[in-house]
DNA sequence: AGTCCCTGCGCG
DNA sequence: AAAGCGCGCAGGGACT
């Protein structure tokens, strides 16, 4: 097997509708140029890819369009592009062009690129330019340099291990992205009609609040004369009725004691159902394959997590009435699988605190037990809602949230008013009761804002950003390395899924940091769901040596929670 | 008209 | 003295 150096280039980045109109490939000191795709050239083409080494930068793009256009899958990669980041410690995941090609040739090669505008879009046709074709020789010809000193660097940082998972899960990413989701529009359309129905209801109950309250300024059908999005208009509003605020923020409406406090924030909850969500997901229905693709970035965040964009899967709304929208094609299920509660069984795993390991490794439930603890009665009589609360309370204050935050979120959450006395006592009692947690999350916020970095179970490094205060990096070193952990464990399990999954057809369509939806036949679905939690439950195993990781497997018609 | 920043809010 | 972490996107407002 021999390496080789690939780069293409396309008529434009939607792998349905542009077409490859160039593949580079350096292979020892030749350096082809591949324009011409007859049935020969691709078969040789196919051999080539399937069979080497291949080195690239951003492979997910490249390996899109090859599996798209001409059913070439190379299996066996190093991707440029993601070493880079990983090199960084996730600080070039962020900042914008850090991590192109251009700026990783600079810092190995000491050369520029030539990526003008112009020219990089110009691949339309056959007829190359001069220009062109040494734009094109050039972008492949930096690579073996550039794979050289990475792989130095990733090996002294200790980074192999980790970079397997990433490269294991480019093909995956590939396969989520052309899966892409279904979108039921006949359901949008009734969902769109009752919630521009509820926001109708919202405005008028809004304005006749403001009315009845004495406001002067109304028009000839007898209601206020205001735009309630618009924040100048609300506030002068609010003036009119003797409240002196001086913004229309959330935490000004909250902290009205008056009906319009609520009114709004039902208008605004409502109208963001609509203009963010429900009006937006039409707009991304793709001409050609009639679903939403939707962009994933695979190092999208410092931490190693993916995000998602046009539109951004990972925010949809818990609203039934939304997630149904989701909805298998006639013939299929949806499968919806999520690590159940992974980021406190990491906690639990690296702080190793016995309590939240006798917890999970007797199958109990860690919430209740928070909530009994510091509510000081006994598990059994927990209500639904102190559990609720209880879970606010692991997670926040195991990330360093304060008493005071921890009271405004309890009464924003939640609606429970409780004093700043009470939310220190809340505190003080779960680290007395956690003691070797708290110990765990002493020296981890410590360590890390000495050396302005972590390190996780994996290998993984996340370096902090320079100049930051003192606590900070102590919450983002407590938080970090569950944070990045979880990304592992979910990368670790979409490639592993890539490969077993092969078989069934089935369609990746989602992947929300702890949860991964799928679409199947309905005669694969049983056995996909089987393997699915197998799989996503050994690529937690890997990590979670001492208590059991668990993913909850749902079939169904539609996305659900 | 396009860009940038801010706030607010959806998710993990 | 006090401070949970990580995102993307809509809309407003300021600016060019």
Not at 28 to 54: H, P, Q, S, Y
Not at 83 to 103: D, F, H, P, V
Not at 112 to 139: M, W
Not at 378 to 386: D, I, L, R, Y
Request: a neutral charge; proline letters at 3%.
């Amino acid at each position: 097997m021999s390496i080789i150096y690939m780069d293409t280039e396309t008529t434009g980045l939607d792998a349905f509708k542009d077409k490859i109109t160039l593949i580079q490939i350096k292979e020892g000191n030749k350096i082809r140029l591949v324009k011409t795709f007859n049935e020969a050239k691709i078969r040789e083409i196919k051999d080539l890819l399937e069979n080497n080494f291949i080195v690239g930068h951003n492979l997910k793009f490249d390996l899109k369009f090859l599996k798209q256009q001409f059913n070439i899958n190379p299996d066996n990669f190093f991707d440029t592009w993601i070493a880079e980041i990983l090199i960084s410690g996730g600080m070039k995941a962020r900042q914008r062009g850090a991590a192109t090609l251009e700026a990783v040739t600079k810092e190995y090669l000491k050369i520029e690129l030539n990526k003008d505008e112009e020219l990089r879009t110009s691949f339309k046709g056959t007829d190359l330019t001069k220009d062109q074709i040494n734009y094109a020789a050039l972008d492949v010809a930096v690579l073996p340099h550039i794979y050289k000193q990475q792989q130095v660097q990733l090996k002294e940082l200790g980074l192999e291990k980790v970079f397997e998972i990433e490269m294991g899960c480019i093909l995956a990413t590939v396969w989520l992205e052309l899966s892409g989701l279904p979108l039921d529009m006949e359901g949008l359309k009734k969902v769109q009609l009752e919630t521009k129905k509820r926001i109708e209801e919202a405005e008028l109950n809004v304005k006749t609040i403001l009315k009845e309250s004495g406001y002067k300024n109304l028009d000839l059908s007898g209601l206020p004369v205001v735009s309630i999005d618009s924040p100048k208009q609300l506030l002068e509003a609010l003036h009119g009725i003797g409240f002196k605020v001086d913004s229309t923020g959330d935490e000004v409406i909250s902290s009205l004691d008056h009906p319009i406090g609520k009114a709004i924030k039902e208008y605004r909850k409502q109208q963001k159902l609509l203009t963010s969500f429900i009006l937006k997901y039409p707009e991304h229905l793709h001409k050609i394959t009639g679903r939403i693709q939707p962009d994933f970035n695979q190092y999208g965040t410092n931490t190693g997590r993916f995000t998602s964009s046009k539109p951004n899967m990972q925010q949809v709304p818990h609203d039934k009435s939304i997630r149904a929208l989701f909805k298998a094609n006639p013939g299929n299920k949806i499968i919806t699988a999520d690590y159940s509660q992974i980021e406190l069984r990491i906690i639990a795993e690296v702080s190793q605190e016995p309590r939240f390991l006798e917890i999970y490794n007797n199958n109990k439930d860690l919430h209740r037990l928070t909530a009994s603890l510091i509510l000081n009665k006994p598990e059994a009589e927990v209500t639904k809602e102190e559990r609720q609360q209880a879970k606010a309370i692991n997670f926040g204050f195991a990330y360093g949230l304060g008493a005071k935050s921890f009271k405004e979120k309890a009464k924003n959450d939640y609606e429970i008013d409780i004093s700043i006395e009470q939310a220190q006592e809340f505190r003080n009692t779960f680290f007395k009761n956690y003691p070797i947690l708290a110990a765990y999350l002493q020296t981890a916020a410590r360590t890390a804002a000495g050396r302005k970095q972590i390190r996780n179970k994996s290998g993984r490094i996340v370096r902090f950003e320079q100049g930051l205060e003192g606590w900070q990096y102590e919450n983002m070193g407590r938080n970090t390395p569950i944070q990045s952990l979880s990304a592992d464990i979910t990368k670790n399990a979409m490639g592993r899924l890539y490969n077993k999954l092969k078989p069934y057809k089935a369609k990746l369509i989602n992947a929300v940091h702890d949860e991964l939806v799928f679409e199947v036949s309905q005669e694969h679905a049983e056995t996909t769901a089987k393997i699915i939690k197998e799989e996503m439950e050994a690529a937690g195993q890997e990590y979670l040596k001492n208590i059991p990781c668990i993913v909850e497997v749902t079939i169904g018609e539609s996305w659900q929670k």
